[in-house]
């Protein structure tokens, strides 16, 4: 059974700091790349950042130079460094992963989600 499991988000004062994690209890054959994805109220859900498996990474204009996207090296762990956070990253942010079934199928998962909420 695949179940990617975030875990991190909660209520941080403007400026303030989180840190998201995603754990990924999945047996891919491989993956192409995991990210993270917020959806705002009354939002389209959007890329926050994404990491391919050649460790290339980008990150939405917004959160540039404040939001860092790591990994484990068995890729089976995503973080997200927030810092500086701002009233407008509030938002459901979810974690992805797309890659390769154990028979060679494209397949992509999302996590159930954590609330980040920056408010004063």
């Known amino acids: 059974q695949v179940r990617l499991v975030e875990s991190g988000g909660g209520l941080a004062q403007p400026g303030g700091s989180l840190t998201l994690s995603c754990v990924v209890y999945?047996?891919?054959?491989?993956?192409?790349?995991m990210g993270w994805y917020r959806q705002a109220p009354g939002k389209e859900r959007e890329l926050v950042a994404r990491?391919?498996?050649?460790?290339?990474?980008n990150y939405a204009d917004s959160v540039k130079g404040r939001f860092t996207i790591s990994r484990d090296s068995e890729m089976s762990i995503l973080y997200l460094q927030m810092n500086n956070l701002k009233p407008e990253d509030t938002a459901v942010y979810y974690c992805n992963v797309v890659g390769e079934n154990v028979y060679r199928k494209v397949v992509e998962y999302w996590g159930q989600g954590t609330q980040v909420t920056v408010s004063s």
């Open positions: 990491i391919n498996s050649g460790g290339g990474i």
């Open positions: 999945a047996n891919f054959f491989s993956i192409n790349a």
